[in-house]
């Protein structure tokens, strides 16, 4: 494992802390509301399943699945989705939840396409945001940490589909990828 890892940036008692307090925000934001969290796949699915846990409302899941990246690092800038959501989302307030927002583009086609279905409300909580990376802009209401920008992995993300076990996130030693 250590032989990927330039350092790691969050250890999983840092995201722990960050989880909780994400939730209790969460929790007290919609209160007396029942939550649809709208999980992108297959990113976000780790830091989805510890955030629901630490919200004390009712929540219901749903999940879609949109690429802009192939196996390289570097976004395409092209955003297709490749699964769609099971459930019409008209009288719902969504929350969509991200591993991380980057150049935004991603995030950018999501709300679009989501906010033409009217929902009720719709919110993001992202767990990790590259402020320097962005190309477009996006509103995050919920977010974890600001990173630099780099690589990373662990806590969901991935590299060519890798690493998205790794119970911290890490920065990627950048020979892996170049
Ligand atoms: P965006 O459209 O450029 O904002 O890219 C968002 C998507 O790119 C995220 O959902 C991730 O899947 C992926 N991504 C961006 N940066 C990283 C990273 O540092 N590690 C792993 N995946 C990343
Ligand atoms: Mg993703």
């Known amino acids: 494992m250590k032989e990927v890892i330039d350092r790691v940036l969050f250890t999983p008692e840092d995201i722990e ?9 969460i929790t007290a934001d919609y209160y007396g509301k029942e939550i649809t969290m709208v999980g992108i796949l297959s990113g976000a699915i780790i830091f989805m399943a510890d955030l629901a ?17 192939g196996k390289s690092s570097q976004t395409s800038g092209v955003v297709r989705i490749q699964k769609d959501l099971e459930k019409s ?4 307030d969504l929350l969509i939840v991200e591993d991380i927002v980057d150049t935004g583009l991603t995030l950018k086609y999501l709300l679009n396409n989501l906010e033409s279905r009217d929902p009720l409300t719709i919110k993001v909580c992202a767990l990790l945001n590259k ?8 509103p995050i209401d919920y977010c974890g940490f600001d990173i630099p920008d780099e690589f990373v992995c662990g806590y969901g993300l991935d590299y060519a589909g890798k690493y998205r076990n790794y119970p911290y996130v890490f920065v990627l030693k950048s020979e892996i990828y170049s």
């Open 53 to 69: 846990r630490v919200i004390e409302l009712p929540v219901s899941f749903d999940f879609i699945d949109v690429s802009s990246y």
């Open 89 to 92: 989302v008209g009288d719902k």
């Open 17 to 25: 802390f960050k989880v909780n307090e994400l939730g209790s925000q």
């Open 131 to 138: 402020p320097d990376r962005r190309k477009v802009e996006v």
